[in-house]
């Protein structure tokens, strides 16, 4: 039987993604697990000082590496790629001059950063959220159905 996840619980744990460790959903318990990368390479290495590496995290890390096929990776904040999600939200927009705007942000260095102070600047910051919430809920909706992984809207 598959497994059932709730939607915003697996659009959080993506939402928290970053390059240094993968959320993973257990299909035998509905656990979702977010493991730092350093965690894997712990424990492949039991001779390697963990450091500050918590043993919990660990202790997923082995439980992923020996059941593989009991785990499957959320999408990665690559598959997610927010930057997309930021020019769809700007081609939705209905405003010419905010969408110029908002394209001269995203260009260069640092385009996270001035398209947030653009999208406050604008007065469209809750906009941006909500259409962000969505796109994330959509992938995620999306990654289920691929999976076999049933899920319950919020």
Request: with cysteine; proline share 5%; glycine share 4%.
């Amino acid at each position: 039987m598959p497994i059932t996840v709730k939607l915003k619980e697996l659009v959080q744990e993506m939402d928290w993604s970053s390059d240094e460790s993968t959320s993973w959903l257990d299909l035998k318990t509905g656990e979702l697990l977010c493991v730092p990368e350093e965690a894997f390479r712990v424990a492949q290495e039991p001779h390697q000082q963990p450091g500050l590496m918590e043993d919990e995290f660990v202790e997923w890390a082995k439980r992923i590496l020996e059941d593989e096929a009991g785990y499957l990776p959320l999408p990665s904040r690559w598959e997610i790629n927010e930057y997309q999600i930021m020019e769809e939200f700007i081609d939705s927009l209905p405003d010419e001059t905010v969408r110029n705007v908002l394209y001269r942000a995203i260009r260069g260095k640092g385009a996270f950063r001035m398209f947030k102070d653009r999208i406050c600047d604008l007065e469209i910051r809750q906009d941006w959220f909500d259409y962000r919430d969505r796109a994330f809920r959509k992938i995620a909706a999306d990654w289920c159905e691929v999976n076999g992984v049933l899920f319950l809207e919020d």
